[in-house]
């Protein structure tokens, strides 16, 4: 908090480096367990991002930071609106279907929909065609042996034996 108020202070005119500090401020509360106070920090970058940044990778990566947060504390539902309203159509239109960011806002809603104690069958077959979706995307453009792919990969695994478990 410190170093927030003194970034603040001494580079007022510098919005990026007062987003730089308040993005480690948001780690630090995290890491101390105060999720709370790490999201309303996290959703004020998030909105800063989007206005300073608009279309850009680093807005993606820190709404999916913010998303994130929001699927550690079992904000399910604000986590899959975000990411189905803002982050996946973002990043399709700004980076393309091919890019590692817009790949990860896709598993992010596909975790959001494994993790919401809510989902059901229909549900877990959504994050199942997520999870495909990626896979084939993520073969294609970095490879099978890349580690985005294999995690993609045990994640449908997971997916599907869930599914089976369902039935």
């Not at 730089?20 to 991002?49: D, F, M, P």
């Not at 820190?62 to 990043?91: H, M, Y």
């Not at 806002?105 to 959504?126: N, T």
Request: hydrophobic share 40%; proline share 2%; net charge positive.
């Amino acid at each position: 908090e410190a170093n927030l108020a003194l970034v603040r202070r001494y580079w007022s005119h510098d919005e990026q480096g007062i987003l730089v500090a308040q993005t480690n401020l948001a780690a630090c509360l995290s890491t101390l367990g105060r999720h709370e106070g790490a999201l309303v920090l996290k959703r004020k970058i998030y909105a800063k991002y989007k206005t300073i940044h608009g279309a850009e990778s680093s807005t993606v990566q820190t709404g999916g930071n913010f998303c994130g947060s929001l699927i550690g504390v079992g904000r399910f539902a604000e986590a899959k609106a975000i990411l189905r309203d803002q982050l996946i159509p973002l990043s399709k239109r700004s980076l393309g279907m091919d890019h590692d960011y817009a790949l990860d806002a896709v598993e992010w809603l596909a975790q959001a929909v494994c993790r919401d104690p809510d989902s059901g069958r229909e549900d877990w077959r959504e994050a199942e065609t997520l999870y495909q979706g990626t896979l084939e995307r993520r073969r294609r453009v970095f490879g099978p042996a890349h580690p985005s792919t294999a995690w993609c990969e045990a994640e449908l695994t997971r997916v599907r034996e869930a599914l089976a478990r369902l039935k």
